[in-house]
């Protein structure tokens, strides 16, 4: 089986096809001027790119953007020191990477990136409907800090609903192992999955031997 090559993604044009990619996949288009100034690996299989994510490694986050000010003045974690936390952002996993092993690799490299960063909090933004985001990321054992409504400025774009949590570097770390296990679960439910037999009916040519005119 090939593997997946994984690089980072400096070139302004690289990074629109990034962006576009993500938008294709999201339904989201992030700014230009937000991606230029933030870490972004993309993984490519026989030279094409299939997957990626965006670590923000410095503020401002456009997570916090979106959160109503009443939250930010009620909880403490809004008051902690945002040099030490980093944001990730523009994850998506191509369709058409389907192999277990692969989707996984993303996750993996994603996680040993988040652990070099040395960072403390790990800021996680999700659409709230997506459920399969929901789980890889409760993984990392992350605590709510918003969910709901965005506040949208005028020209701002995201999810109609949104969730936004944190967890630390060494939570990640430490439940890494859940990963593994996900990886192996996906590997048994593709093994055992059994397409349903396509259902062939015969041709009886006397319900087409007189068609309708055409009108």
Same mark, same amino acid.
């Given at each position: 089986?090939?593997?997946? =090559? %994984?690089?980072?993604?400096?070139?302004?044009?690289?990074?629109?096809? %990034? &962006?576009? @990619?993500?938008?294709?996949?999201?339904?989201?288009?992030?700014?230009?001027? /937000?991606?230029?100034?933030?870490?972004?690996?993309?993984?490519?299989?026989?030279? @094409?790119?299939? =997957?990626?994510?965006? !670590?923000?490694?410095? $503020? $401002?986050?456009?997570?916090?953007?979106?959160?109503?000010?009443?939250? *930010?003045?009620? +909880? $403490?974690?809004?008051?902690? +020191?945002?040099?030490?936390?980093?944001?990730?952002?523009?994850?998506? #996993?191509?369709?058409?990477? @389907?192999? $277990?092993?692969?989707?996984?690799?993303?996750?993996?490299?994603?996680?040993?990136? #988040?652990?070099?960063?040395?960072? *403390?909090?790990?800021? !996680?933004?999700?659409?709230?409907?997506?459920?399969?985001?929901?789980?890889?990321?409760? &993984? =990392?054992?992350? *605590? &709510?800090? %918003?969910?709901?409504?965005?506040?949208?400025? #005028?020209?701002?774009?995201?999810?109609?609903?949104?969730?936004?949590? /944190?967890?630390? @570097?060494?939570?990640? !770390?430490?439940?890494?192992?859940?990963?593994? &296990?996900?990886?192996?679960?996906?590997?048994?439910? =593709? *093994?055992? %999955?059994?397409?349903?037999?396509?259902? #062939?009916?015969?041709?009886?040519?006397?319900?087409?031997?007189?068609?309708?005119?055409?009108?």
């Amino acid at each position: 089986m090939a593997s997946l =090559a %994984f690089r980072e993604i400096c070139e302004e044009t690289e990074i629109e096809v %990034f &962006l576009n @990619r993500f938008q294709d996949y999201v339904g989201v288009k992030l700014p230009i001027d /937000y991606a230029m100034r933030s870490k972004i690996v993309g993984a490519f299989l026989h030279g @094409r790119m299939v =997957a990626g994510y965006m !670590l923000v490694l410095s $503020p $401002p986050f456009r997570s916090y953007l979106f959160v109503p000010d009443r939250i *930010k003045q009620s +909880n $403490p974690f809004f008051a902690e +020191n945002p040099f030490g936390m980093m944001e990730i952002n523009g994850l998506w #996993i191509s369709s058409s990477l @389907r192999s $277990p092993k692969l989707q996984m690799s993303v996750w993996f490299h994603l996680v040993s990136n #988040i652990y070099l960063s040395k960072k *403390k909090f790990v800021l !996680l933004l999700r659409d709230s409907r997506n459920k399969t985001m929901g789980r890889l990321l409760s &993984l =990392a054992e992350p *605590k &709510l800090l %918003f969910e709901g409504t965005p506040n949208l400025m #005028i020209g701002d774009q995201t999810h109609s609903k949104i969730q936004l949590s /944190y967890t630390s @570097r060494w939570s990640i !770390l430490i439940n890494s192992y859940k990963y593994w &296990l996900e990886l192996r679960q996906r590997q048994n439910r =593709a *093994k055992s %999955f059994v397409p349903r037999p396509i259902k #062939i009916t015969s041709f009886n040519p006397t319900k087409h031997s007189h068609p309708e005119p055409i009108k």
